[in-house]
């Protein structure tokens, strides 16, 4: 499994509450692969010039077609205005036709003091609670 190691990106008041964000991207196909790692770092970038965004982590079974993102966000406009713009607009636009139906999304609050969230609550919310397409 690759990883991209938590990333913080603003200092944050260990007292307040944030938004987590978990993501679950499997793909159909391998073909997708190659695609995806290049879109993925698109969106790094954009990410990492992001206002709002507290810290991120990734994750990839590239060979088991599988991805996860983890982030943390000072508020749900930050997390809105990073899903409106280009490029994570138009990649995901693109990605839809190539990931399955299984693609999940989970929010939830997080407390400062618990900043990075643990992946394993972040897939055990996936799984739990994640809503599809």
Do not use: C
């Amino acid at each position: 499994m690759a990883e991209v190691a938590w990333k913080s990106f603003m200092e944050f008041d260990r007292q307040r509450e944030y938004l987590a964000l978990a993501t679950y991207l499997p793909r159909k196909s391998y073909w997708a692969i190659v695609s995806f790692i290049r879109q993925t770092r698109a969106i790094q970038s954009q990410l990492e010039s992001s206002n709002g965004l507290v810290g991120y982590s990734l994750r990839a079974q590239l060979l088991g077609k599988k991805s996860w993102t983890l982030s943390v966000w000072k508020d749900e406009a930050a997390l809105a205005e990073f899903v409106r713009k280009a490029p994570h607009a138009g990649t995901m636009k693109g990605l839809r036709p190539q990931l399955t139906d299984a693609r999940r999304f989970v929010r939830w609050k997080v407390a400062g003091s618990d900043v990075p969230p643990k992946w394993d609550d972040a897939l055990r919310r996936i799984d739990e609670e994640g809503s599809g397409p």
